[in-house]
């Protein structure tokens, strides 16, 4: 099966600073990369996307950066705040269906 | 516009018994997409629908069946229910195949 990882389970932040999420995916086809964040109790909730004809793509506050050369792929949160603080996924899409496959998910914790 | 809704979110169930969720998609959005999400696990895709046809299944048994409506609406059954069915589970519709996913808050199912 493809696999999609997240190099950190968990990273703590000052309110302010920037984050970065890192992902590395398997699938050399993959074409499609979604971020997702997800609160306590709550489903995923879309946070930015990037095709694989892009290397970059920017959102409020959060960019989103593909190297397809080495399968990476990170998230950037300018300005990080206490309302970040969640359980961010990374996952892709190789084949153009909507089976996505998601990375095991990074603990963002901000701390005030 | 309203988002994915999903019904019921939570419920309790008996090993041995059957269960039934629903999935209204996003107004428009003609894909729907269900997902199991367990902390041992993570997110993994149960199967697809779009135009209520099954265009793709992830690697379940066979207890786990769903079908789509007319009006895009779904529903996942999950037959002979067992300890490990414990999860969350997830609906995500899109427009069609291929495009962003948005997921609904999800279906907090424990088998006792």
């Known amino acids: 099966g493809e696999s999609v990882g997240l190099h950190l389970p968990t990273l703590s932040v000052q309110e302010g600073d920037n984050s970065i999420i890192n992902c590395a995916y398997s699938?050399?086809?993959?074409?499609?990369f979604i971020w997702y964040k997800q609160e306590s109790g709550k489903g995923p909730q879309f946070i930015i996307d990037?095709?694989?004809?892009?290397d970059k793509r920017q959102g409020q506050r959060v960019t989103v950066l593909l190297n397809k050369t080495v399968k990476h792929l990170s998230l950037q949160i300018a300005a990080t705040q206490p309302g970040d603080s969640a359980v961010y996924f990374c996952a892709e899409n190789p084949y153009n269906f909507n089976k996505f496959y998601f990375g095991s998910g990074t603990k963002l914790n901000v701390k005030p | 516009k309203a988002g994915v809704t999903q019904t019921p979110r939570y419920l309790i169930k008996t090993r041995g018994q059957q269960v039934t969720l629903s999935c209204s998609p996003i107004s428009g959005h003609r894909s729907v997409s269900w997902y199991q999400q367990t902390p041992g696990q993570g997110l993994q895709f149960l199967f697809e629908y779009f135009s209520e046809t099954q265009r793709n299944k992830g690697n379940f048994p066979g207890r786990f069946s769903g079908r789509q409506f007319s009006n895009s609406r779904s529903e996942m059954n999950v037959s002979t229910l067992e300890l490990g069915d414990s999860a969350l589970y997830l609906c995500a519709s899109s427009s069609d195949p291929g495009n962003t996913i948005y997921f609904g808050e999800g279906s907090w199912l424990t088998v006792v």
């Open positions: 699938n050399s086809a993959s074409d499609y």
């Open positions: 990037i095709r694989s004809n892009m």
